[in-house]
């Protein structure tokens, strides 16, 4: 005998009665998990309308969400990953590479454009999370060096916004560089007295917590942003017991004092915009 | 002395000669050939092994129970005149990060570094040489004592990373070691970074942005440890020999790659074989780094220091 039995017949929907629903039509929210259309979602700018969940956007949204009219020039697009130390792991890092690229359409992690947010000029370096756990190697270290380049010669702001598991290991050594490369470029904005702001959005960790992203002018993050050294699990297996609720979100970065604010997505480019206007007047 | 798994050969050598030795002393027969035979093939089987390490054996030697840490070298450099300073007046003092002043030949220098204990109750006190934030903000207090006074610095680095702890997390472990980088770059006097055992990620690299970084022979400096990098890349402890190899972590490695600016030989069979040369080597390594910077502007020297970070990496377009 079954534990369960049937009550009402034929309430299961017949095959001709069903709808096709195509696929991405909707989005379910990780946290709450409201459905909501995907057009919905992306109205409220990927952000859950019931209980407010950011969802990971990556460089393409970012620019849209901030440049006036989505008017931006990319710089910089075609500079790929090399694999100097010709890289192996459970697979090779060159046909890693090459799949990723054919998957995302992304050369790597990070994209730099130039262009106005609310009229004020700025260089936006914005990682994608979807290319290889948005890793730092090579690339995005140079990226972002041409680009401070570039924002030193024309006296422009930057704003870089993280979303990074940290240093690339495929890329071992020279990943790790790439922290001191894009401080000591940073250092160089600094003494020229260009504003730099830093946006650290979820995930932000590792060797990109421990160099730029924490070297802002303004250190600004997204409501719920997981922003950490060593991530969670690392920490959790170190101290060999649960972690407090809450720790590593944004919100306790900001209480512990390394954020300047926590800026909620839909208000994202009026802030900035009024920022820039701070330091520009 | 400790033996590692690739030193007994050695070992075994070393034990043929205190038998040799002690029966030449019961029996009163002259055995001085026997032993000056012995003792050549000692240094020579050291020699050979010690020039054909492999990456993961080379890991192992910089974690040699045996080796010299940064104290040693600090008191051994300066001829025994350093002074440890303490605290980054702000959290505490931290047991990982030791630093302070010491006279080379006379010529003030600040020293700082990543200290591991000497035993067991030590190790846990400097918690294996990883550092919180707190040991990161002491060494940028001491680099900015040292600008004041134009004294150069000198690193020693020997650590298996940043302390991934709970409090280390709320100080702002990343803020901290991005600070000392960012202002690394900019300080107006030499400074010079020696990799003395481990160089571990960002828990290196928070004190090593100098103008002369330098590996001693037996010593690794990457962006993670082997044994993480198995666990994460192949999600198993057993390729860590394989990701020792695939990471191009050793001193050579490191300056085929110009990443770092060169290396430091080590005493026959290793620092730990003998400390006191080792100690030397340094310090002469040390002296001829200093006259070679000090011949150098400050702006231009912190130029030629950003400059050469940002050479670091390989794209293509």
Known sequence: MSWFKRKKEGITTSTKDKKETPDGLWYKCPECKTIITTDEHEDNSWVCTSCAYHEKIGSEEYFALLFDNNAFTEINAGVKSADPLNFTDTKKYSARLADTIAKTELNDAIRTAYGKVDGNDLMIACMDFKFIGGSMGSVVGEKIARSIDYCLANRLPLMIISKSGGARMMEAAYSLMQMAKTSAKLSLMAKAGIPYISFLTDPTTGGVTASFAMLGDLNISEPGALIAFAGPRVVRETIGKDLPEGFQTAEFVLEKGFLDKIILRKELKTNIGKLLNMFAN | ?317
């Open chain 2, 1 to 317: 002395m400790t033996y590692l798994e690739f030193e007994k050969p050695i070992q075994l050598l070393v034990e043929q000669l205190e038998q040799l030795n002690e029966t030449a002393e019961k029996t009163q027969v002259d055995v001085a050939s026997a032993v000056a035979e012995l003792e050549a093939k000692i240094i020579t089987t050291r020699k050979e092994i010690y020039a054909n390490l492999s990456a993961w054996q080379r890991v192992q030697a910089s974690r040699h129970p045996d080796r010299p840490y940064s104290l040693s070298y600090m008191d051994a450099v300066s001829d025994n005149t350093f002074i440890e300073l303490h605290g980054d007046r702000t959290v505490g003092d931290d047991k990982a990060m030791i630093g302070g002043f010491g006279q080379i030949d006379g010529r003030t220098v600040m020293f700082v570094g990543q200290q591991k204990g000497i035993n067991t109750k030590m190790r846990q006190i400097r918690r294996f040489g990883m550092a919180n934030p707190e040991g990161y903000r002491k060494a940028l207090r001491l680099f900015k004592l040292a600008e004041r006074f134009n004294k150069p610095i000198v690193t020693f680095i020997d650590t298996p990373g940043a302390y991934p702890g709970l409090e280390a997390e709320e100080r702002g472990q990343g803020e901290a070691i991005a600070r000392n980088i960012f202002e690394m770059a900019q300080l107006k006097v030499p400074v010079i970074c020696i990799i003395l055992g481990e160089g571990a990620s960002g828990g290196a690299l928070g004190i090593g942005v100098g103008d002369k970084v330098c590996m001693l022979e037996n010593t690794w400096y990457s962006v993670i440890s082997p044994e993480s990098c198995s666990s994460i890349l192949w999600r198993n402890w057993d390729n860590k020999e394989t990701a020792a190899e695939a990471l191009k972590l050793t001193a050579k490695d490191m300056l085929e790659n110009k990443l770092v600016d060169a290396i430091i030989p080590e005493p026959i069979g290793g620092a730990h074989n003998n400390i006191p040369e080792a100690h030397q080597i340094v310090k002469q390594h040390i002296i001829t780094y200093l006259k070679e910077l000090d011949a150098i502007n400050p702006e231009e020297r912190i130029n030629q220091r950003i400059d050469k970070f940002c050479n670091m990496g390989v794209v293509v377009e």
